[in-house]
Structure formats: structure tokens, C-alpha cells
């Protein structure tokens, strides 16, 4: 079982940046490919990014790409989302994820991952 509490939650003008950051419990966290997903409201929950266990593989959705970064800091047990350049349709609630397969894997299907925190709000303003 992993727990996973966000932060970061903000309020933040178009062409700005955040850091989201999510902790996680357990002792086998560098064990778990680690996300960050987003639910826009009246939209369907979203991929954003994932990372590989070990921190080398990464994946972003075409709409962040060059504009986010994911990373992890396995001895913190701490997954991190900077966003750059943020957009007003980047509001959304963002949630980290975490699952026991790959991170390519978990980004293909959102319903399948094995656990989730409870999300942060961003709010990116015009």
C-alpha cells in the first residue's frame, strides 16, 4: 500500500510556473513507476507525465511536452511536477499516482493505475 499527499496548490497568471510536489509513505516507493495525472472540470481524468522507478525514462502528454518536467527523489520518497509557461486550459486538479508496472504502461490507461492522492488545484489564470 502507498499513501501519497500533494502540494503546491496555487493560483498563478498564464506564462508562469508552479512546482507541484507529492510525498509518498512506504518503504518501497523506488520500487513504483510514479505520475502525475489532471480532471479539468467536466473533462475525464488526464495522463500529464510518468517516470520510471529509477528516475532515467520518462513520458509527458504531447500537450505539456517542453513545458513540464517530472523527476523523483527516491531517497525522499518525493515525486516533483514543474510547470513552465503554464496555460489557462492547464487548470485542473492534478493528481499523483502511483503503480507497480511501468511508466509507459501507466500512462495508457488511467483506470488501471494502482493508487492515487487526493489531487491539488491549479488555477491558471488569462
Known amino acids: 500500500q502507498v499513501q501519497l499527499v500533494e502540494s503546491g496548490e496555487g493560483l498563478v497568471q498564464g506564462g508562469g510556473s508552479l512546482r507541484l510536489s507529492c510525498a509518498a509513505s512506504?518503504?518501497?516507493?523506488?520500487?513504483?513507476?510514479m505520475g502525475w495525472f489532471r480532471q479539468a472540470p467536466g473533462k475525464e481524468r488526464e495522463f500529464v507525465a510518468t517516470?520510471?522507478?529509477?528516475?532515467?525514462?520518462?513520458y509527458y502528454a504531447d500537450s505539456v511536452k517542453g513545458r513540464f518536467t517530472i523527476s523523483r527523489d527516491n531517497a525522499k520518497n518525493t515525486v516533483y511536477l514543474q510547470m513552465n509557461s503554464l496555460k489557462p486550459e492547464d487548470t485542473a486538479v492534478y493528481y499523483c499516482?502511483?503503480?507497480?508496472?511501468?511508466?509507459?504502461?501507466?500512462?495508457?490507461?488511467?483506470?488501471?493505475?494502482?493508487?492515487w492522492g487526493k489531487g491539488t488545484l491549479v488555477t491558471v489564470s488569462s
Open positions: 499516482a502511483a503503480d507497480r508496472t511501468t511508466a509507459q504502461a501507466m500512462g495508457v490507461n488511467v483506470r488501471l493505475v494502482d493508487f
Open positions: 512506504g518503504r518501497t516507493f523506488s520500487s513504483y513507476a
Open positions: 517516470i520510471s522507478w529509477s528516475g532515467a525514462i520518462t
